[in-house]
């Protein structure tokens, strides 16, 4: 096999060392247009997961890493003149032109051909004369390029500026510096990769470095002013730079990773950002499986099947993380007002990688501090302290999310509905949500809805809310009142989700005459007249579910039902008062949420649902989001429950563990109201972790309750809690410990004789 690989950096080096160390057999070309001392960067961090893989490929690269690497444990981050140190992290590094010569030597030892300065051929040209190429070329691959209509590349620039810079001593730690300016903050991030020398990445917003006239200077003076604004951090020594120059990271993802004979690898198939150290280490991670893969099965194309099955979902849970961080950093500023410790926590969660569990394991004092510091009373775990919101008080920060049962007849809820919400109840969740109950027949996602229109539905309701009130006292109970719009008229989910009804249909009304899918109901675009009687349909709604003794009443503006088809633009197209602007889309939500408001006991609270992206083109942004949520805050909503999506149905969502709590994260820090955080939120460990770090007050689960309707007591019992925030009903008490499975009274072996 002859096989060209073009670039030289650590990934294309490492794949070389490889295959040939595999098959010496194998005619291997490495083309690096830049000389061999010539890089980006300074220090590189693997992890011991990575090093343990070299290790096993290839004992003799990672010894010779082994002699090089500079180790440490702790982070530290400076803010405000407040440093805290956290440790147990573990991490090792050497100097980016170090591992290149490692890399070199073992290319060469082995015979592998490098060829320094000096373009690759033409892709093409290379894939017909090589039986395998590997493009290692980078985030501006030219062979990416040459084949994007098969690669289907999609590059996406983010909002900060940031230039790779060093200093010549070295940190005693992974080191996070914020610096407030009077242009803004920057920060530092900066980590040791030999015993006198560390890499040092300073960083900023785009708004920022222009205001600091950072777009002006020379490098040099970049460099020089860098080094004056982190003195502090760097003990008066000099920053310099290597060919530096301030940029943008771009995320790369592509639709394949192979065309026929030519494969890409590292950053010319995916980046991840810089604050989770995973570039140099996805590389090497890509080059160990194709190199496996390439041994592992009979042909070339079932070895890049297998490749690219293999990484991409790890590639796709490294990327992940790597957006989060780096949004995180993108929105320092909406947390620099929280308490020193809780700051430092929720930098060090940032990505969603470490949590509040795994960092109680490797830094249980620091973990401790900072729980203590949040109010946590001794041996309670953050998700069991209580939350109060108006005359409501919550035992725990779990809510029941509210999921629809379809399974009503004329609107009145039945045994299902008791059994479901019943059963939540005693499972311990602080609240437990209704699904979204109708203002009217014509109000209905579909005929098993429920709805608070008569007062037998109340009357249905009234036996729930007891039940949960005298069986599972200390749990509330919450209503969410909402309007089908546009949505509504539909079958049953199990039947075809969001498919209009083949007979028995009902008509449809929503801020403009847009139907849902092209197959779906067009509305009535609503009249005044209408919009006045729809809001009279949502008072009484609310007069009934306070007289069916519910806690908590939550208006549902997300999703594209009807006061979400006013909010977002894709939906109203209106031009009279009702439309336009931000401010005239919520002027009818914001009527209902007046008049429900006004109909509802004062002493109770009120909650609003919002979707804080259409997840479309031309839709609302998180930016409008917390416009929106303002607004509501301001006409006195308690807490805002922060969803997204389901708004148009050309979404393209971006799913992933607890993705869509930045967007309550940013509502929370920049309105300074209460939210509900939701979204592919699993484990009692994402809870704990959310609310420590100041993102949410209460997080609300769906398909965990589904899975598990004792779902918050078992998170008790799995954390050994016992207390006031999580209080098994009497009748339960026996099982408020796993049962025993299996024989546990077998001598263990005492001797272990030899032959």
Known sequence: MRVAVV??????????????????????????????????GFGVVLSDETLGGIEHADPEVHAALREHFVRWDDIDIVHRDHHQISSGHGFAALGRKRLLRILHDRCRSLGVRLRFSEEAPPPEQLAATYDLVVAADGVHSTTRGAHADVFRPRVTPH?????????????DAFRFEIAQTEHGVMQLHGYPYAPDASTVIVEMREEVWRAA???????????????????TALGGHPLRSNDSAWTTFRTVVNDTWSHRNTVLLGDAAHTAHFSIGSGTKLAVEDALALAACLTEQPDLPSALTAYEEERRPVVASTQRAARASLEWFEEIALHLDQPPRQFAFNLLTRSRRVTHDNLRLRDAHFTEAVEREFGCPPGTPPMFTPFRLRGLTLRNRVVVSPMDLYSAVDGVPDDLHLVHLGARALGGAGLAMTEMVCVSPEGRITPGCTGLYTGRQAEGWRRITDFVHTRAPGTAIGVQLGHSGRKGSTKLMWEGIDQPLPDGNWPLVAASPIPYRPDSQIPRELTRAQLTDIREQFTAAARRAARAGFDLLELHCAHGYLLSGFLSPLTNRRTDAYGGSTANRLRFPLEVFDAVREAWPGE????????ATDWAEGGNRAEDAVDIARAFAEHGADAIDVSTGQVVAEEHPEFG???QTPYADRIRNSVGVPVIAVGAISSWDDVNSLILAGRTDLCALARPHLYDPNWTLHAAAEQSYEGPGAVWPDPYLAGSRPPRT??????KPRLTLGT
């Not at 060392?17 to 890089?39: C, F, Q, Y």
């Not at 006239?213 to 604004?229: Q, Y």
């Open 7 to 40: 670039g030289g950096g650590p990934g294309g080096l490492y794949a070389a060392v490889l295959l040939k160390r595999l098959d010496p057999g194998r005619d291997i070309t490495v083309w690096e247009r830049n000389a061999p001392d010539d890089t980006f």
């Open 742 to 747: 299996g024989r546990t009274d077998a001598p």
């Open 604 to 611: 109770r609270p009120m909650t609003v649902r919002i979707s």
């Open 159 to 171: 909002r900060c500026r940031y230039i790779w810079l060093a200093t010549d001593f070295a940190f």
């Open 657 to 659: 563990r607890s993705y």
């Open 213 to 231: 006239g950072f777009d002006e200077p020379e490098v040099r003076e970049s460099v020089e002013r860098c080094a004056k604004i982190f003195s």
